[in-house]
């Protein structure tokens, strides 16, 4: 029943919104007017004004998270979520397509992510108006600001919602794939302090920050630890001068563990390697964190898993590859507010990069997917 050139004509009209993280407010007066007119109840909160006075900026062309329901024929209710914002670079988007493929001209990302989830509940919800179909009680969140850690959802009242299942559309892969476990993610700051002196006449006077950086890095591991935990140190930034041993350094970085203990226990080491470097040559180090979002795993034999799995089977496709995740989705934010949620693939590849695509065939799919979770099977 997906009707392919609406489902091309719908990821080309989202994709040719600016929607880049806390630029949404047109992607989102489209969303909301969309809904409405497929006859949802629609609520949009202050998330955008409250992010805004907690970093202390401006952006006034993002407003909140959408909220909408859709009253169904039983009692069954599900939620379906998929967000508004893009990475960057995201502006002026030109969509190309060939043959089954979609994407952009390789000056932007094309937006897949997260289009591909919001054209899969669009569509859904039109060929259920359109047929009169029986489906259960219906949720959508479609939060703002995913992309910089789930912003949108951490100011969510979850309250209002009464799933206790969920599937978020914001898988990378093929269509098909569930992701039923994610990280904790902790972002961190690490400033060396040492003391300045002209290298040229007094370089012993000094202490030299840039030195205690690279004593410290020296002695910690980084990438992949284990099957479990990451760390990566992504950014330094200090020194003066040529001429002046360094006084200051400041390098950022994160961690994800599936464990959150064990992220923090690394954290942890961090911190204690880099303060004796700093004590051992006479400086001093700072260290803040901040837990981003937090781990969750589904079990494998939960309800919103196993209604996947019946719902693939059903339309004859391959058993969901069921996997664990080393990205982050406003999934996080579900679970740690009880209510169970998988990431599903809608289509999406190469996110994040001027490469990211999908197809046709991937993105009708993940219509059909989505659809049948929607409707009453009792």
Same mark, same amino acid.
Do not use: W
């Given at each position: ?13 989202? &994709? ?15 969303? &909301? ?6 006859? @949802? ?5 202050n998330a955008g004004d409250l992010?805004? %006075? /907690? ?8 407003? !909140?998270?959408? +909220? ?21 670079? !995201?502006?002026?988007? $030109? ?7 979609? $994407? ?5 990302v094309l937006g897949a992510d ?18 009169? @179909? $029986? ?24 309250? $209002? ?23 904790? =993610? =902790? ?6 302090? !040492? ?42 930034? !200090? ?36 303060n004796s470097e700093a004590k ?36 004859? +496709?391959?058993?969901? %590859? ?49 659809? /049948? ?6």
């Amino acid at each position: 029943m997906i009707n392919r050139e609406r489902v091309i004509n719908e990821f080309k009209r989202l &994709a040719s919104f600016d929607s880049e993280s806390f630029k949404e407010i047109e992607i989102s007066k489209y969303v &909301a007017n969309t809904l409405k007119e497929l006859g @949802l109840e629609i609520e949009i909160d202050n998330a955008g004004d409250l992010i805004a %006075k /907690e970093q202390s900026f401006s952006f006034p062309h993002s407003k !909140g998270n959408i +909220y909408a329901y859709l009253k169904g024929t039983g009692q069954d209710f599900v939620l379906f979520s998929s967000h508004l914002d893009t990475v960057s670079p !995201g502006i002026n988007k $030109k969509v190309i397509i060939e043959d089954d493929i979609i $994407k952009s001209d390789g000056t932007t990302v094309l937006g897949a992510d997260d289009i591909s989830g919001l054209v899969s509940i669009i569509e859904a919800l039109r060929i259920i108006k359109e047929n009169n @179909l $029986k489906h259960k009680d219906i949720e959508l969140l479609i939060p703002i600001a995913e992309e910089p850690y789930c912003q949108g959802t951490k100011y969510f009242d979850f309250n $209002k919602i009464k799933s206790n299942k969920a599937y978020v559309l914001d898988l990378d892969g093929p269509v098909g794939n569930a992701a039923i476990g994610a990280p904790s =993610i =902790i972002s961190f700051t690490i400033e060396i302090f !040492g003391l300045s002196a002209h290298a040229g006449f007094h370089p012993e006077d000094g202490i030299n920050a840039i030195t205690i950086l690279g004593n410290a890095l020296a002695k910690i591991r980084v990438g992949r630890l284990n099957d479990k935990t990451l760390l990566n140190f992504g950014k330094v930034y !200090g020194g003066l001068q040529r001429n002046s041993v360094p006084d200051y350094v400041n390098i950022i970085g994160e961690v994800r563990s599936l464990d959150k203990n064990e992220a923090i226990a690394i954290l942890n080491n961090v911190r204690d390697i880099f303060n004796s470097e700093a004590k051992r040559l006479g400086g001093r180090i700072s260290l803040e964190y901040d837990i981003k979002i937090e781990a969750y795993k589904v079990s494998d034999n939960s309800i919103v898993v196993r209604d996947y799995q019946r719902v693939l089977n059903k339309l004859g +496709y391959a058993e969901p %590859k069921l996997i664990t995740t080393f990205g982050g989705s406003d999934n996080n934010n579900l679970n740690k507010n009880g209510i169970e949620g998988i990431v599903i693939s809608s289509g999406m590849n190469q996110c994040h990069t001027v490469n990211e695509y999908t197809s046709i065939s991937e993105l009708i799919k993940s219509c059909e997917i989505v659809l /049948e979770l929607m409707l009453d099977t009792n």
